[in-house]
T-cell receptor, first 109, second 113 residues
Framework: DAKTTQPPSMDCAEGRAANLPCNHS???????VYWYRQIHSQGPQYIIH???NNETNEMASLIITEDRKSSTLILPHATLRDTAVYYC??????????FGTGTRLTVIP | DAGVIQSPRHEVTEMGQEVTLRCKPI?????LFWYRQTMMRGLELLIY????????DSGMPEDRFSAKMPNASFSTLKIQPSEPRDSAVYFC???????????FGPGTRLTVL
């Protein structure tokens, strides 16, 4: 079921930008890229999603390559509270969110 | 908005007992999802409802698991009889629209002894 590939872990210094990569080379034309995160002992939290264009909201920016085979989630100024597991998910429907193993981001003081 | 509400937050029971987990989705959302999370298997979708109707229950492990959504504001996930391997955190999520973004509750941590 895995449609995405993410590094298992990353570190980022507090205050710096965190850039989390995701490969989704088999993405189909009508599938979106979603990012969620899960802070320890909490339920997953929606961050952002996109189809073709780059997207930005109050939490993060999503950069999708022109061929749509990869994307990067950017947390512009990481804080300690951003330490979490980040899931990159590709899907096009309600039952199509396969969470995988994600990237464990640790923000270092 | 209070978000997705789940109860109980923690449940400890003995093998063979019936367990009922409850979920109140966000008002106005028309999709509801039940997930299970374990260290070994990660986050797995068990079942999802759209407009109170079960659409896909292929993730339900076996007949011991059942889920209902009698109205738009309430859903239950029942395990009868429970087994130690059912120990996990069970999440409920709700969503609306396309593309679907899902909003998760805090989860119920189930321990079956």
């Amino acid at each position: 079921d895995a449609k995405t590939t993410q590094p298992p872990s990353m570190d980022c210094a507090e205050g710096r930008a965190a850039n989390l990569p995701c490969n989704h080379s088999t993405i189909s034309g009508n599938e979106y890229v979603y990012w969620y995160r899960q802070i320890h002992s909490q339920g997953p939290q929606y961050i952002i999603h996109g189809l073709k264009n780059n997207e930005t909201n109050e939490m993060a920016s999503l950069i999708i390559t022109e061929d749509r085979k990869s994307s990067t989630l950017i947390l512009p100024h990481a804080t300690l509270r951003d330490t979490a597991v980040y899931y990159c998910i590709v899907g096009g429907g309600a039952n199509n969110l396969f969470f995988g193993t994600g990237t464990r981001l640790t923000v270092i003081p | 908005d209070a978000g997705v509400i789940q109860s109980p937050r923690h449940e400890v029971t003995e093998m063979g007992q019936e367990v009922t987990l409850r979920c109140k989705p966000i008002s106005g959302h028309n999709s509801l999802f039940w997930y299970r999370q374990t260290m070994m298997r990660g986050l797995e979708l068990l079942i999802y409802f759209n407009n109170n109707v079960p659409i896909d229950d292929s993730g339900m492990p076996e007949d011991r698991f059942s889920a209902k959504m009698p109205n738009a504001s309430f859903s239950t996930l029942k395990i009868q009889p429970s087994e130690p391997r059912d120990s996990a955190v069970y999440f409920c999520a709700s969503g609306s629209g396309r593309p679907d973004t899902q909003y998760f509750g805090p989860g119920t941590r189930l321990t079956v002894l």
